[in-house]
């Protein structure tokens, strides 16, 4: 081939190149696939008007609410989308702390580099689909609002989505003023501006519809609380969930990375910024690193014994777990979780006889109280479903049901290496977090599974060794 022929085809390639990048980098929307916690985020938004996305820092929370309003902004939702969706062009709200970090983080994800004006487009908004912008005042490089063109694919109709920008700082007056139909607070708002942004969203296409990411640094704040730990008579509590992810759920990091990342942080940090765990201080209850308690499931020896805990609740949740004890070591290992609220003793028996029938099962003096229903005790209701529950209520064997002495077996246990938790307990590690005191006493509060646990640990001499099969035919034989 001439060499003026061989010139032109390389700079033929190189501009079809060009071409190819500048369509993927303007696209990005189309490229987005959330890891596994990203998606249980937007899933819930289909039943759920307020969500909490809590993560620690550079997880990719940010980038999964820039992903779910660019969505919303376009109308264009991908084949695996399963969360809320609009039917016609939205206005949507967006804000942070201030001026500056909205626009270094939701204006940057959602439109692009915020002093790259050439690369705006390069967001999730694709650059297709921005109509106008206007400059907000006061912060260099931060927009007010951009006009997105929606939908206009297939029957859709096109039409005109609007994003406009926030910042806290400027008070909750600016968040007074028109209906909206979705408010994204990203980093943690007060609860003021959280009150009056999620009220602009009333009238609004879905109603009340809300989506919240930060990490958790400022602690059990009024915010936090209102998705963790609400108020028993709250009616809005089940409009609300809370979507946790970790350094172990951001498959962009390496084992190596993620050790190297954690070690990174001061230790009064480590667990927000790598869990999302809202940091608590001297009031955590269970004051330990969560890599110090957690191990991987394994097989329970046949000459370990194990027992069960029982918490009592209905419209608070009930719960059980199942211990096993290395007598050897003296080491308690929680190797099963289960919580579940507003439902029968059938059905938490049902969840917990796979465990094993044999195992003992202790269970909180509430037991003796009678069902307001069917006049039974409690405790007796769960042995007519077929669990072997101990004939007294859990108590130390010097006597006594004290509160603060199990907690303080729990974590001395804890401290010395001599209490474990299978990572599998998704709900005990989760109550762990999250369980304090505040000005000297215990938040009772989505503490069901640890409570279950001490009754266990209360109870922990009366564990027993799975039966052999024969001794278990016997058992039959004897029943019959």
Same mark, same amino acid.
């Given at each position: 081939m001439p060499q003026s022929g061989l010139s032109s085809m390389l700079r033929e390639r190189a501009e079809l190149a060009s071409v190819l990048d500048r369509r993927l980098r303007t696209n990005k929307l189309r490229l987005y696939r959330p890891y596994a916690k990203q998606k249980i985020f937007h899933k819930a938004g289909a039943t759920h008007s307020e969500r909490l996305f809590m993560a620690g820092?550079?997880?990719?929370?940010?980038?999964?609410?820039?992903?779910?309003?660019?969505?919303?902004?376009?109308?264009?939702?991908?084949?695996?989308?399963?969360?809320?969706?609009?039917?016609?062009?939205?206005?949507?709200?967006?804000?942070?702390?201030?001026?500056?970090?909205?626009?270094?983080?939701?204006?940057?994800?959602?439109?692009?580099?915020?002093?790259?004006? $050439? /690369?705006?487009?390069?967001?999730?908004?694709?650059?297709?689909?921005?109509?106008?912008?206007? =400059?907000?005042? +006061?912060? !260099?490089?931060?927009?007010?609002?951009?006009v997105v063109r929606w939908g206009g694919g297939g029957d859709v109709q096109a039409g005109e989505s609007i994003i406009a920008f926030k910042a806290y700082e400027k008070g909750r007056e600016k968040w007074q003023g028109p209906t909206v139909d979705g408010i994204w607070f990203d980093e943690e708002p007060p609860e003021d501006i959280y009150s009056e942004g999620l009220t602009r969203t009333n009238n609004g296409q879905r109603g009340q519809f809300a989506q919240t990411t930060f990490t958790p640094l400022l602690g059990m704040s009024t915010v936090v609380s209102r998705f963790i730990m609400p108020a028993k008579d709250d009616p809005g509590q089940d409009s609300r969930i809370v979507t946790s992810m970790?350094?172990?759920?951001?498959?962009?990091?390496?084992? $190596? /990375?993620?050790?190297?990342?954690?070690?990174?942080?001061?230790?009064?940090?480590?667990?927000? =910024?790598?869990? +999302?765990? !809202?940091?608590?201080?001297?009031?955590?209850?269970?004051?330990?690193?969560?890599?110090?308690?957690?191990?991987?499931?394994?097989?329970?020896?046949?000459?370990?014994?194990?027992?069960?805990?029982?918490?009592?609740?209905?419209?608070?949740?009930?719960?059980?777990?199942?211990?096993a004890w290395d007598r050897d070591a003296d080491i308690v290992y929680v190797c099963k979780n289960y919580r579940s609220r507003q439902t029968t003793p059938v059905i938490h028996a049902a969840a917990i006889k796979p465990w094993g029938e044999?195992?003992?099962?202790?269970?909180?003096?509430?037991?003796?109280?009678?069902?307001?229903?069917?006049?039974?005790q409690l405790a007796a209701q769960y042995k007519a479903q077929g669990l072997n529950m101990l004939p007294e209520n859990a108590q130390w064997e010097e006597g006594g049901i004290g509160v603060e002495a199990g907690l303080a077996a729990m974590l001395d246990r804890m401290l010395t290496g001599r209490w474990k938790v299978f990572d599998s307990c998704t709900e005990w590690l989760e109550e762990r977090r999250l369980y304090h005191r505040k000005d000297g006493k215990i938040v009772k509060e989505r503490d069901d599974v640890l409570s279950a646990s001490r009754y266990a640990l209360m109870m922990l001499r009366y564990a027993e060794v799975k039966p052999s099969a024969s001794m278990l035919k016997r058992k039959m034989d004897w029943v019959v």
């Open positions: 820092n550079q997880l990719g929370k940010t980038v999964a609410g820039g992903a779910e309003w660019a969505m919303h902004l376009t109308g264009r939702y991908p084949d695996w989308w399963e969360g809320a969706s609009f039917n016609q062009a939205p206005l949507l709200w967006a804000g942070s702390v201030t001026g500056e970090s909205t626009r270094d983080n939701p204006q940057r994800i959602l439109v692009g580099p915020p002093a790259k004006e $050439e /690369e705006w487009g390069t967001g999730f908004i694709p650059a297709d689909c921005i109509r106008d912008r206007t =400059r907000a005042v +006061g912060v !260099p490089n931060l927009l007010d609002t951009v970790t350094i172990d759920d951001a498959e962009h990091y390496s084992p $190596e /990375e993620r050790a190297r990342i954690i070690a990174s942080y001061p230790a009064h940090e480590r667990e927000a =910024r790598s869990k +999302g765990i !809202p940091t608590l201080g001297s009031g955590l209850i269970f004051p330990v690193l969560e890599e110090e308690i957690i191990c991987k499931p394994f097989a329970i020896p046949a000459i370990w014994p194990q027992i069960n805990g029982l918490d009592f609740g209905y419209d608070h949740p009930f719960a059980a777990v199942n211990l044999w195992v003992p099962c202790s269970w909180p003096h509430d037991g003796f109280q009678h069902d307001k229903g069917s006049g039974d």
